[in-house]
């Protein structure tokens, strides 16, 4: 199936091998034809007004929420929050669930995998509040290494990516989360990556909170999605104070709403909202089973071209084994910036850096990575090129 034709911007660019939707992944048509219609037949301002636009607008946006909900098998929808991404949804629970529940000496128990935005919020929390911060180790594939003595009484939360934006890792979080639970943890899954790739079940899984943002699944960009247990949500105190949160306000007090209102103050991305429905949607019709296949297929391909290439090292896992789309190398000679600069001469699209994860990148001892990564709109052709394109740079820089 060629699905690169759902997407106006490989019509656009008809040259474009882009292998960075891990970054951000290509909108298709359904989901600009969203946007757009929202803005020519319902846009209004949600939840204010009682006229018929508003009243559209709202049911739009509320629909949107029952989607995320089924998406990812939680139980009620009040139980997701939009937010601006995936970074705001674990900012709203460091400060409101963490800043309410924590105190000084509690621990949080990260992973050496984590993204900044999974990181710098608890940072926050430790300047702020004398927490203590714990990492799980990874072993060479890049898999953590969970030692149940690593999660005590005196650990609150383990907040962990559901799969490794650098390394491209799928992470191992099953028995993590029950050991979590069993010592009354709280449990927070990064499923930025995890998301776009599988299927997610909430309540299987029993994260207690998880977060994604929309724009790489497809979805427009300014949208995020906080999931929490209600009961949890339900104690913890808005985030984000203004219009929209509250039920009363006085001159000296306000009481909140309910959720999820109580964490979204103010005017939401109401459009983005609005056609996040369509991407999840689209990505339902296309369905995972076939999203799995393309990706893996493209993935294995890739390592074995890859890996044919004597100059250049594999970063992370070595096979397909615990591996997502995402394929992160270097190249003896040339600098990871220099590797995407030469081939972004050839309109192909990789990421090079420390991917935000900069204590990952001083444990590895490397300054930075390539990284492809690929969706399920990439095809074999597009690997080919980024070989050639590869083998190109390598000689330029090493004639
Ligand atoms: C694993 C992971 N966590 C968090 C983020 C942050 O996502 P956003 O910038 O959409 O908030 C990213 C984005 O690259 C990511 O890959």
Same mark, same amino acid.
């Given at each position: 199936? !060629?699905?690169?034709?759902?997407? +106006?911007?490989?019509? *656009?660019?008809?040259?474009?091998?882009?292998?960075?939707?891990?970054?951000?992944?290509?909108? +298709?048509?359904?989901?600009?034809?969203? @946007?757009?219609?929202?803005?020519?037949?319902?846009?209004?301002?949600?939840?204010?007004?009682?006229?018929?636009?508003?009243?559209?607008? =709202?049911?739009?946006?509320?629909?949107?929420?029952? *989607?995320?909900?089924?998406?990812?098998?939680?139980? #009620?929808?009040?139980?997701?929050?939009?937010?601006?991404?995936?970074?705001?949804?674990? !900012? @709203?629970?460091?400060?409101?669930?963490?800043? =309410?529940?924590?105190?000084?000496?509690?621990?949080?128990?990260?992973?050496?995998?984590? #993204?900044?935005?999974?990181?710098?919020?608890?940072?926050?929390?430790?300047?702020?509040?004398?927490?203590?911060?714990?990492?799980?180790?990874?072993?060479?594939?890049?898999?953590?290494?969970?030692?149940?003595?690593?999660?005590?009484?005196?650990?609150? /939360?383990?907040? /962990?990516? &559901?799969?490794?934006?650098?390394? &491209?890792?799928?992470?191992?979080?099953? +028995?993590?989360?029950?050991?979590? #639970?069993?010592?009354?943890?709280?449990?927070?899954?990064?499923?930025?990556?995890?998301?776009?790739?599988?299927?997610?079940?909430?309540?299987?899984?029993?994260?207690?909170? /998880?977060?994604?943002?929309?724009?790489?699944?497809?979805?427009?960009?300014?949208?995020?999605?906080?999931? &929490?247990?209600?009961?949890?949500?339900?104690?913890?105190?808005?985030?984000? &104070?203004?219009?929209?949160?509250?039920?009363?306000?006085?001159?000296?007090?306000? %009481?909140?709403?309910?959720?999820? !209102?109580?964490?979204?103050?103010? =005017?939401?991305?109401?459009?983005?909202?609005?056609?996040?429905?369509?991407?999840?949607?689209?990505?339902?019709?296309?369905?995972?089973?076939?999203?799995?296949?393309?990706?893996?297929?493209?993935?294995?391909?890739?390592?074995?071209? /890859?890996?044919?290439?004597?100059?250049?090292? @594999?970063?992370?896992?070595?096979?397909?084994?615990?591996?997502?789309?995402?394929?992160?190398? *270097? %190249?003896?000679?040339?600098?990871?910036?220099? %590797?995407?600069?030469?081939?972004?001469?050839?309109?192909?699209?990789?990421?090079?850096?420390? #991917?935000?994860?900069?204590?990952?990148?001083?444990?590895?001892?490397? +300054?930075? *990575?390539?990284?492809?990564?690929?969706?399920?709109?990439?095809?074999?052709?597009?690997?080919?090129? @980024?070989?050639?394109?590869?083998?190109?740079?390598?000689?330029?820089?090493?004639?």
């Amino acid at each position: 199936m !060629n699905f690169r034709q759902d997407f +106006p911007i490989f019509i *656009t660019n008809p040259n474009l091998v882009y292998l960075d939707s891990a970054a951000t992944s290509q909108k +298709p048509k359904v989901v600009l034809e969203a @946007l757009r219609y929202y803005y020519e037949n319902e846009n209004a301002n949600i939840h204010r007004s009682a006229h018929f636009l508003a009243e559209k607008a =709202t049911v739009a946006y509320e629909a949107t929420r029952q *989607t995320v909900a089924d998406f990812i098998g939680a139980k #009620h929808k009040h139980e997701i929050i939009f937010t601006r991404n995936a970074t705001e949804s674990i !900012n @709203l629970v460091a400060r409101s669930w963490g800043e =309410t529940f924590l105190k000084a000496g509690d621990e949080v128990l990260l992973s050496k995998l984590e #993204h900044h935005s999974n990181l710098i919020p608890w940072l926050q929390l430790k300047e702020k509040i004398g927490i203590e911060i714990k990492y799980l180790d990874i072993d060479e594939s890049g898999q953590l290494i969970f030692d149940e003595s690593q999660i005590t009484e005196k650990t609150k /939360l383990v907040s /962990l990516t &559901g799969m490794s934006n650098s390394l &491209g890792v799928i992470t191992h979080l099953k +028995p993590i989360i029950t050991k979590a #639970h069993e010592v009354g943890a709280k449990v927070l899954i990064d499923a930025c990556q995890m998301a776009v790739h599988s299927p997610i079940d909430v309540q299987e899984l029993d994260a207690d909170f /998880l977060v994604f943002s929309a724009h790489k699944l497809y979805g427009p960009t300014g949208v995020g999605v906080l999931y &929490g247990k209600s009961d949890l949500l339900e104690k913890m105190p808005p985030f984000l &104070g203004g219009g929209e949160m509250i039920q009363q306000v006085f001159e000296d007090r306000f %009481i909140a709403g309910d959720i999820p !209102n109580k964490f979204e103050a103010g =005017t939401p991305n109401i459009a983005g909202v609005t056609a996040f429905k369509a991407a999840i949607e689209y990505l339902n019709s296309v369905g995972f089973e076939t999203i799995q296949k393309q990706e893996k297929a493209l993935t294995e391909y890739a390592l074995e071209k /890859l890996k044919a290439l004597p100059y250049l090292k @594999l970063i992370g896992p070595q096979g397909m084994k615990n591996r997502g789309s995402i394929i992160s190398f *270097t %190249i003896d000679g040339v600098h990871p910036h220099d %590797i995407a600069e030469g081939l972004s001469q050839k309109q192909i699209c990789i990421r090079a850096g420390h #991917h935000c994860t900069q204590p990952l990148m001083d444990y590895l001892e490397l +300054p930075a *990575t390539a990284r492809a990564s690929f969706a399920f709109y990439n095809e074999v052709e597009e690997v080919d090129k @980024l070989v050639k394109g590869l083998e190109e740079v390598y000689e330029y820089f090493n004639q």
